[in-house]
């Protein structure tokens, strides 16, 4: 081994001798450091508890008497429900104040008002009312109406430049004021015309708007322009069916430009005829109406349904009026048709009327069937049966030349009473005819309704077929009878308890005045009526007297007519009888000395059928210087 290599080794030798020969002194020196490093810790933790319980004199703290201040957590929890409880408190509040305020009935009310029963083409009042029921002032009060389109509009007051807005503006508390709007509805009777009503206010403590809406629904009752319209139920194919149109209007009424609008039909040729006289259409299906008057106008609407009809149609028909610039609809009719396609066309008539009409009680009807073999080939053995029903009818009364049998309700011909039913050959034709009379009031049944319906119907053969079909069977009418109106009136000097209720002499004498009392009395229970008036006139020498009154409605005198006039808008059926009195006196001249005097020339009531529509009219008998009604004061009347 080489010098060298020997040193090498030794040297290793050395170090590694070196480091094992201290290793325990650096564990020594490792141990006691660190168990300076925890006495230095301990000894930071013991200085930083000596500050802790140290007072502030530097002194130590007896930690046995030291006593411990609990947190007040409890008191943030009292403070955090309070506070939750007044937001919720004042949140409730402020919700209640609003809605108070959106309450109508609350705060601010409106109202409309009108007469309920109101007539189509006269004018009338809507009365808004408003009111602040607060104890707060309202400002900017704004109230807008939208009128239905039947609305005419005439005046109001207070007075606005536009016809359906109002700027009330301020309205103190508890105040209150009206708008009085007068104007004119147009539409079909029994027709709902809506006014929708919305007011804006603003209370004097808010910054917010609120609404108030409110609605009013006007039913026509009545109109200035009476319309019927009616057809029949089933159509005869190539023959023409008449459909009847009346009306009647009265006088000063803006209902005076009547059109007639029907619906397209291209099944059937159409006529209007006035009398004899075609109208002639201004365009299709729309004809230009003569103008209406106090008489009844009497139209007939042709309809001729052509080869390839059949089935069923509907017929529309409308009037219509033009007011200014704007249409208005005055009546509508929709009417189901049956087009029947029969060998024997059967057409039948009622008093001259294929259509529906009103009746009254004792009136005669007089029925015409009007036949014609419309086929190709020959009828043998042909039977025309009419059916009449109805409980007002006098069979008692009938009347028929041909002597038809009587089988019911039903009347049968056959070629035994008309000969030429034996064989009827094409185009054949014939008519029969025959009355029978309504009944009285008397013997009539009021618990009936009143309705006589009539059909003709044919059978071939030997047997009867109590239900025909419907091209066996004519048209069938509808007769209603109308209410039992009457008028009784009585000119007495003393009344039926015999206490005088006149003055002066009696017989009368010329150049002195005797008073009487005129007692009106109508009499109905049968229908409702509407528009009943009394109409008498006052001779020269027959003053107006006065002391009026009625039980109903009101009685009135006009000077330049010398006419009394007693009106009443409605009259229920229920309301048997209603009465009025006014009083006259009686001026006889020179010339009428020993002659009976006319003191009322008879007075007239007219009123219209709420349910058959028609008009009615009744006219008692005159009153003379003899005081018919009067069982004390009674002479022969003769002037003295």
């Given at each position: 081994?080489?010098?060298?290599?020997?040193?090498?080794?030794?040297?290793?030798?050395?170090?590694?001798?070196?480091?094992?020969?201290?290793?325990?002194?650096?564990?020594?020196?490792?141990?006691?450091?660190?168990?300076?490093?925890?006495?230095?810790?301990?000894?930071?933790?013991?200085?930083?508890l000596s500050e802790i319980y140290r007072d502030d004199s530097g002194k130590n703290i007896d930690v046995q008497k030291i006593s411990v201040r609990p947190r007040?957590?409890?008191?943030?929890?009292?403070?955090?429900?309070?506070?939750?409880?007044?937001?919720?408190?004042?949140?409730?509040?402020?919700?209640?104040?609003?809605?108070?305020?959106?309450?109508?009935?609350?705060?601010?009310?409106?109202?409309?008002?009108?007469?309920?029963?109101?007539?189509?083409?006269?004018?009338?009042?809507?009365?808004?009312?408003?009111?602040?029921?607060?104890?707060?002032?309202?400002?900017?009060?704004?109230?807008?109406?939208?009128?239905?389109?039947?609305?005419?509009?005439?005046?109001?007051?207070?007075?606005?430049?536009?016809?359906n807005l109002w700027h009330i503006g301020h309205i103190p508390a508890e105040g209150s004021g009206q708008i009085v709007v007068k104007g004119i509805l147009v539409?079909?009777?029994?027709?709902?015309?809506?006014?929708?009503?919305?007011?804006?206010?603003?209370?004097?403590?808010?910054?917010?708007?609120?609404?108030?809406?409110?609605?009013?629904?006007?039913?026509?009752?009545?109109?200035?322009?009476?319309?019927?319209?009616?057809?029949?139920?089933?159509?005869?194919?190539?023959?023409?069916?008449?459909?009847?149109?009346?009306?009647?209007?009265?006088?000063?009424?803006?209902?005076?430009?009547?059109?007639?609008?029907?619906?397209?039909?291209?099944?059937?040729?159409?006529?209007?005829?006035?009398?004899?006289?075609?109208?002639?259409?201004?365009?299709?299906?729309?004809?230009?109406?003569?103008?209406?008057?106090?008489?009844?106008?009497?139209?007939?609407?042709?309809?001729?349904?052509?080869?390839?009809?059949?089935?069923?149609?509907?017929?529309?028909?409308?009037?219509?009026?033009?007011?200014?610039?704007?249409?208005?609809?005055?009546?509508?009719?929709?009417?189901?048709?049956?087009?029947?396609?029969?060998?024997?066309?059967?057409?039948?008539?009622?008093?001259?009327?294929?259509?529906?009409?009103?009746?009254?009680?004792?009136?005669?009807?007089?029925?015409?069937?009007?036949?014609?073999?419309?086929?190709?080939?020959?009828?043998?053995?042909?039977?025309?049966?009419?059916?009449?029903?109805?409980?007002?009818?006098?069979?008692?009364?009938?009347?028929?030349?041909?002597?038809?049998?009587?089988?019911?309700?039903?009347?049968?011909?056959?070629?035994?009473?008309?000969?030429?039913?034996?064989?009827?050959?094409?185009?054949?034709?014939?008519?029969?005819?025959?009355?029978?009379?309504?009944?009285?009031?008397?013997?009539?049944?009021?618990?009936?309704?009143?309705?006589?319906?009539?059909?003709?119907?044919?059978?071939?053969?030997?047997?009867?077929?109590?239900?025909?079909?419907?091209?066996?069977?004519?048209?069938?009418?509808?007769?209603?009878?109308?209410?039992?109106?009457?008028?009784?009136?009585?000119?007495?000097?003393?009344?039926?308890?015999?206490?005088?209720?006149?003055?002066?002499?009696?017989?009368?004498?010329?150049?002195?005045?005797?008073?009487?009392?005129?007692?009106?009395?109508?009499?109905?229970?049968?229908?409702?009526?509407?528009?009943?008036?009394?109409?008498?006139?006052?001779?020269?020498?027959?003053?107006?007297?006065?002391?009026?009154?009625?039980?109903?409605?009101?009685?009135?005198?006009?000077?330049?007519?010398?006419?009394?006039?007693?009106?009443?808008?409605?009259?229920?059926?229920?309301?048997?009888?209603?009465?009025?009195?006014?009083?006259?006196?009686?001026?006889?001249?020179?010339?009428?000395?020993?002659?009976?005097?006319?003191?009322?020339?008879?007075?007239?009531?007219?009123?219209?059928?709420?349910?058959?529509?028609?008009?009615?009219?009744?006219?008692?008998?005159?009153?003379?210087?003899?005081?018919?009604?009067?069982?004390?004061?009674?002479?022969?009347?003769?002037?003295?």
């Amino acid at each position: 081994m080489s010098k060298q290599s020997i040193n090498k080794k030794s040297s290793t030798d050395y170090f590694e001798q070196m480091f094992e020969a201290g290793r325990p002194v650096i564990k020594e020196v490792k141990r006691k450091t660190h168990k300076s490093r925890q006495e230095l810790k301990a000894q930071e933790v013991e200085d930083s508890l000596s500050e802790i319980y140290r007072d502030d004199s530097g002194k130590n703290i007896d930690v046995q008497k030291i006593s411990v201040r609990p947190r007040r957590w409890w008191l943030k929890i009292i403070l955090f429900l309070v506070y939750s409880a007044i937001i919720v408190i004042v949140g409730y509040l402020g919700y209640r104040y609003y809605i108070s305020y959106q309450a109508k009935d609350d705060l601010f009310s409106v109202t409309i008002e009108a007469d309920k029963n109101l007539t189509a083409g006269r004018e009338f009042t809507y009365i808004i009312a408003y009111h602040n029921n607060g104890r707060v002032a309202l400002e900017d009060v704004e109230i807008k109406i939208d009128w239905p389109h039947s609305f005419i509009f005439k005046e109001t007051q207070p007075a606005t430049t536009s016809p359906n807005l109002w700027h009330i503006g301020h309205i103190p508390a508890e105040g209150s004021g009206q708008i009085v709007v007068k104007g004119i509805l147009v539409n079909k009777i029994g027709e709902n015309n809506q006014v929708h009503l919305t007011a804006n206010f603003r209370p004097a403590n808010l910054s917010s708007t609120f609404v108030v809406n409110t609605t009013y629904n006007s039913i026509l009752t009545d109109s200035l322009l009476i319309v019927g319209m009616s057809a029949p139920d089933t159509l005869a194919i190539g023959r023409d069916n008449e459909i009847m149109i009346n009306y009647q209007g009265q006088e000063d009424s803006i209902l005076d430009n009547i059109q007639l609008i029907m619906n397209d039909i291209n099944w059937a040729e159409v006529k209007l005829l006035d009398g004899d006289q075609e109208i002639q259409p201004e365009s299709n299906f729309k004809w230009l109406l003569p103008a209406p008057s106090s008489e009844l106008k009497n139209l007939k609407l042709l309809i001729k349904p052509n080869k390839q009809a059949g089935g069923l149609e509907i017929l529309s028909l409308r009037l219509e009026t033009n007011i200014g610039e704007q249409t208005y609809l005055v009546d509508s009719r929709d009417f189901d048709c049956h087009l029947v396609n029969s060998r024997l066309n059967l057409l039948l008539k009622v008093n001259d009327s294929s259509a529906d009409s009103a009746i009254l009680a004792s009136q005669p009807l007089n029925y015409r069937i009007d036949y014609v073999n419309q086929g190709d080939t020959t009828l043998k053995d042909v039977k025309i049966i009419a059916s009449l029903e109805g409980a007002w009818l006098d069979w008692s009364s009938l009347k028929d030349s041909q002597g038809g049998q009587i089988n019911g309700q039903t009347i049968i011909w056959s070629k035994k009473e008309i000969p030429s039913l034996a064989l009827l050959k094409p185009g054949a034709s014939g008519s029969i005819i025959f009355s029978i009379n309504v009944k009285d009031w008397e013997s009539g049944d009021k618990s009936d309704s009143g309705e006589i319906k009539s059909y003709a119907y044919y059978q071939v053969g030997d047997d009867i077929v109590e239900k025909p079909a419907d091209e066996e069977k004519s048209n069938t009418i509808i007769n209603q009878l109308s209410s039992d109106l009457s008028l009784i009136e009585s000119i007495v000097y003393f009344n039926e308890d015999n206490i005088a209720v006149g003055s002066g002499p009696v017989p009368m004498m010329v150049g002195e005045t005797t008073y009487l009392k005129v007692y009106w009395r109508i009499n109905n229970s049968f229908h409702d009526l509407r528009d009943i008036e009394v109409v008498g006139e006052l001779p020269d020498y027959v003053s107006w007297g006065g002391k009026n009154q009625s039980s109903i409605g009101e009685i009135s005198y006009d000077e330049e007519t010398r006419q009394v006039r007693w009106h009443i808008d409605r009259l229920p059926a229920n309301e048997h009888e209603v009465t009025g009195e006014f009083s006259i006196g009686i001026t006889p001249r020179p010339d009428q000395k020993n002659q009976i005097i006319i003191i009322l020339s008879g007075s007239t009531v007219t009123a219209i059928d709420n349910v058959t529509q028609a008009r009615l009219e009744f006219t008692t008998q005159a009153k003379t210087s003899r005081l018919e009604d009067d069982t004390i004061a009674q002479t022969d009347g003769l002037i003295q």
